[in-house]
């Protein structure tokens, strides 16, 4: 089993910049793709960013494209997600997810009980 825990979330202004991390116990963090997600209220769920297992291939949503970096550390069993230049269209619960057999597979095993980021304009 394993427990992925976000934090580093809160209220920004715009153009303002947010860390999130995310925090793997239990099994093997390394052996899997892990990513991003995040729910605006009223939308449903959206793909952020996906990081595969040694950090080596990485995929982005268009929208944050040039603004979010998505990192893991796996000695620490921890994923990054550095978020710039945020928008108010960037506020969300973002959720990290992992266990997935690629980052390009939208098949996440696991999932965090998500941090709120809001941006204010």
């Known amino acids: 089993q394993v427990q992925l825990v976000e934090s580093g979330g809160g209220l920004v202004q715009a153009g303002g910049s947010l860390r999130l991390s995310c925090a793997a116990s239990?099994?093997?963090?390394?052996?899997?793709?892990m990513g991003w997600f995040r729910q605006a209220p009223g939308k449903e769920r959206e793909f952020v960013a996906a990081i595969n297992w040694n950090g080596g291939m990485i995929d982005y949503a268009d929208s944050v494209k040039g603004r979010f970096t998505v990192s893991r550390d796996n000695a620490k069993n921890t994923m990054y997600l550095r978020m710039n230049s945020l928008k108010p269209e960037d506020t969300a619960v973002y959720y990290c997810?992992?266990?997935?057999?690629?980052?390009?597979?939208?098949?996440?095993?696991?999932w965090g009980q998500g941090t709120q980021v809001t941006v204010s304009s």
């Open positions: 239990g099994r093997t963090f390394s052996s899997y793709a």
């Open positions: 997810a992992g266990g997935s057999t690629s980052y390009l597979n939208n098949d996440y095993a696991y």
